[in-house]
Structures are given as structure tokens and as C-alpha cells.
């Protein structure tokens, strides 16, 4: 048994899905095809073995009536003839029959316990001067005598053999239909899953994400699951080719941003290097530029590794207070930006609010936020923070009275590493509010950027509330 499983699994293995598709289909049509034929010739069998032994019953009625008077030995039963019944009559006791044993039809001990009433009627096939009969025995009523009508049966088995030979070629016939229906139905039901294949294979070779299979059309609502499987693969190629470009353009976007501070390091350096060179205040100035890189390289590294990250660390996650939140961040940002003046805003019902979170993200979040509100204000400039429950969901709002954000510029604030024409000139790397939004996404809040009324931006946060 181990060994026959362990063949039909190397069989199985190596044979395409296509062949044992169609191997199965064809087998499963062929099985209903011969069953089939083997059905109708039982059936077949039957009903002319029936139908003969229907006219001997009603023969051996009709001869009942007409032999009353009749000797043992009445009619022909030679059965030369086809259509023409042998007849024999057998007295119950042996010795009462004239022929002594001499009788074309055989006489054995079941006809004379028949002819004795001690045994009901009975049907039997036998051979006669070489010819095939069915003979059928019944009693003469009110006699102890049996009556046997006999019929030649060749032409019910004649009959029989052609119906086989026609079963036969049916048969033959439903068979090579199911192997061509087999491979039609393979080629057919697998032609998706074939074109799923060859899109993979492609893709493995090229490392393109960006082929597709092609989808019948018609309704969504008429798709099988093929289609649906082809369906979903599709959408995970788009988004397969979507994280692709997305990591393409932030490595070609760090590079490119990379490039100029560390030329700027390395140029500080080799300066360095000839320390002796120079003045007491072209080293400290030399050292304090070298510094004034090093952070920034740090925190721009730092930044790609956050939004190279796009989940939230679970274990982290825990209860929240936004609003205790926004109050650290604008007393941190106040230290940090003594020149600028920072309001906040909490509305009562949102004191006590909590939610699950990352504490140490959402405060990046919010820093975020702030330190670019700062950088855009004037000297002295007000920051707006306010914090209520708009619509069952806690909105923050942080808006700075700076330039403002164009039209232009609007569509692009949260991307990466892009900066407004009149921010080329203020210090960061450009990744502060894609990060901000990648952390809201994050904790399935939405953050969108507009232009305040009077002036300004305005930078509004919204989190649910579970």
C-alpha cells in the first residue's frame, strides 16, 4: 500500500495540472458513458427475455383452454420453427405417459412435482436439436399434468448481440468524446491560471510588477473564481509595483539628499585634517559647521529609518490622553522656539479622552507639526494649537501666520523630501510632515493640509474616537 501511494504521488508530481485535469475529466465522462451502456444493455436483456417469456405465458393460457381433451403427447416440439411453440404435455405419474421417456422436451423431476401441483410454474433456457429455447412448465388446471410451450430463443439473443456490439461502439465513441471534452475543458478552465503562471514566471524574470493578466470582460458579478483569483492578483501586483516605486523614489530621493551634506562633512574634514593651517576661528568655524552636519545627517538617517517602518510596533501600543499629549509638545516646542509664541486650546470634554496608541509616535507627530509651523512663522509669531470633538472625533489644529501654502505647493506637502520654493532656504531634509501623515495612517487618523483663512496654513489632525 506505502509503495502504490508513493507511486501516485511521484505520478502526481509529475504531471501538470493540465493533464490530470484532463485525465480526471475524461475519466469521470468515460466511467458515466460505460455505465451507462452497461445499463441499457441489462435493460435491454431484460426487457426482450421478458417480452419472450410474456408470449409463452400467454401461449400456455391460450393452449390451457384448448387442451382439455388432449392426450400426453398433443402438438409439434421439435421447435424447428421460429415462430411456431413446441408443445409437450407430461403426466404427473411416469408410468401414465405413453412415450416412456421418449420426449423431445426434457422431462426432469421439477416438471413432474409441476404436473403433481407440488411446484409453482418456472421459466428455464435449454437447448433443443441444437437450437436455444426458453421453455416455461405451468399445471393443467384440474389435471395432474404440466404443460410445456417452448420458444426458440435465438433471435432474442441475436438481438441481445447486436444491442452489445451497438452499446459497444457507443461506448467507444462516449469515451473518445470524454478524452477530447477532458482536454477541451483543461485547456479551457485553466486557460486563466496558465496566463496567472506566465505572468509570474515574467515577472520573476524581468522583476517587472508591473504585467498584468488579462480579465475576461462582463460583469464583475458573472466572475468565477479564477477569475477573482486572477482578480486579486492583479491588485497585489499594483500594489507590489506601487511599494517598489515607492522604495525606489526614497532611495533616489535619500541619495539625493545624502549627497550634499556629506560633501559638505567630507569637505569639513579634509579642512580639519590641516588644522594647522588654519586660524583659531577657521578651525572653531570649521568645527562647529562639522557638528552642525553631523546632526543633520543623523537626523535625516533617523528619518528615513522611520518612514522606511510602516506599522506601528504593537507591543508599544497602549491608552493615550491627546490632549495631555499636545500639551508636552508645545511645552517642548516653546524651548525649542523661544522666539515664537505658542497658544493651546483644550476643549473640557476632550481633557480626560483617551485612545490606543504609540505615546513617543503621536509626540513625534505633533513635534513635527509644531517645529514647521515655527519655521514658517515671523519672528515673534503666533502658533495656534486647539484640540475639540468635532463630530464624534477628536480634531487637533495647529496654524502657524507664515506665507502660507500655494496651490501649487498644496498637493504636494506630504511627499517626501519635497519642498516649497520658499522653504529651499530654511534648514530640514523635507521628510517632517510625510512622516507626520505616515504616523496618523498609522494610528487610522487622516491629516490634511490647507490654507487658513487671513493667512497662514492650517494643519488639521482628526482621530477617531473608539
Known amino acids: 500500500m506505502t509503495g502504490t501511494r508513493g507511486l501516485g504521488a511521484r505520478w502526481r508530481r509529475r504531471r501538470p495540472l493540465r493533464t490530470r485535469l484532463a485525465l480526471a475529466a475524461s475519466a469521470a465522462v468515460a466511467l458515466v458513458a460505460i455505465g451507462v451502456c452497461a445499463a441499457a444493455f441489462v435493460i435491454i436483456h ?35 420453427y421460429q415462430a411456431v411453440p413446441c408443445v409437450q404435455i407430461v403426466p404427473a405419474d411416469p408410468a401414465k405417459d405413453p412415450r416412456k421417456g421418449f420426449t423431445t422436451l426434457p422431462v426432469t423431476d421439477a416438471t413432474r412435482q ?16 441444437g437450437r436455444p429455447v426458453r421453455m416455461y412448465t405451468t399445471r393443467l388446471p384440474g389435471r395432474h399434468e404440466a404443460l410445456q410451450v417452448a420458444l426458440r430463443s435465438d433471435t432474442v439473443e441475436k438481438g441481445v448481440q447486436h444491442a452489445a456490439l451497438a452499446l459497444l461502439a457507443v461506448g467507444g465513441a462516449g469515451v473518445l468524446l470524454a478524452a477530447a471534452l477532458g482536454y477541451w475543458v483543461s485547456r479551457t478552465g485553466l486557460a486563466p491560471v496558465a496566463r496567472l503562471t506566465a505572468t509570474a514566471e515574467r515577472i520573476a524574470a524581468t522583476r517587472d510588477a ?15 473564481e479564477i477569475t477573482r483569483l486572477a482578480t486579486t492578483f492583479n491588485t497585489m501586483l499594483a500594489e507590489l509595483e506601487q511599494s517598489v516605486t515607492a522604495q525606489r523614489r526614497l532611495v ?26 588654519l586660524t583659531d576661528a577657521q578651525r572653531d568655524r570649521a568645527s562647529a559647521a562639522l557638528g552642525r552636519q553631523l546632526r543633520e545627517v543623523t537626523t535625516l ?92 472625533a477628536l480634531e487637533l489644529t495647529v496654524r502657524d501666520h507664515g506665507p502660507g501654502i500655494t496651490a501649487d505647493d498644496l ?3 506630504f511627499d517626501r523630501f519635497y519642498r516649497a520654493e520658499s522653504a529651499r532656504a530654511l534648514p530640514g531634509s523635507g521628510l517632517g510632515l510625510a512622516m507626520a501623515r505616515q504616523i496618523a495612517r498609522a494610528h487610522g487618523a487622516d491629516l490634511t493640509a490647507e490654507q487658513a483663512p487671513g493667512g497662514g496654513a492650517l494643519f488639521r489632525l482628526r482621530l477617531p474616537v473608539p
Open 411 to 413: 498637493p504636494h506637502v
Open 210 to 224: 508591473r504585467h498584468r493578466i488579462e480579465l475576461p470582460a462582463g460583469s464583475p458579478a458573472r466572475e468565477d
Open 46 to 80: 431484460y426487457q426482450m427475455t421478458r417480452q419472450l417469456e410474456l408470449n409463452l405465458a400467454q401461449t400456455a393460457t391460450q393452449l390451457t383452454q384448448r387442451t382439455r381433451n388432449w392426450g400426453p403427447t398433443p402438438g409439434d416440439a421439435s421447435c424447428q
Open 301 to 392: 538617517v533617523n528619518d528615513l529609518i522611520e518612514l522606511a517602518r510602516d506599522e506601528e510596533p504593537q507591543p508599544l501600543v497602549e491608552q493615550v490622553r491627546p490632549a495631555a499629549l499636545l500639551e508636552h509638545a508645545v511645552g517642548a516646542a516653546r524651548e525649542h522656539w523661544p522666539e515664537i509664541t505658542f497658544t493651546i486650546a483644550i476643549a473640557p470634554s476632550t481633557t480626560e479622552l483617551t485612545r490606543p496608541g504609540v505615546p513617543a509616535r503621536l509626540a513625534r507627530l505633533l513635534s513635527n507639526l509644531l517645529d514647521n509651523a515655527a519655521k514658517f512663522s515671523p519672528p515673534g509669531g503666533p502658533v495656534e494649537t486647539e484640540l475639540a470633538c468635532v463630530q464624534g
Open 252 to 277: 533616489a530621493d535619500a541619495s539625493h539628499e545624502l549627497r550634499t551634506p556629506l560633501t559638505a562633512l567630507r569637505t569639513n574634514a579634509e579642512l580639519l585634517a590641516r588644522a594647522d593651517r
Open 114 to 129: 409441476v404436473a403433481n401441483g407440488e411446484r409453482t410454474a418456472y421459466y428455464s433456457k435449454l437447448t433443443v436439436a
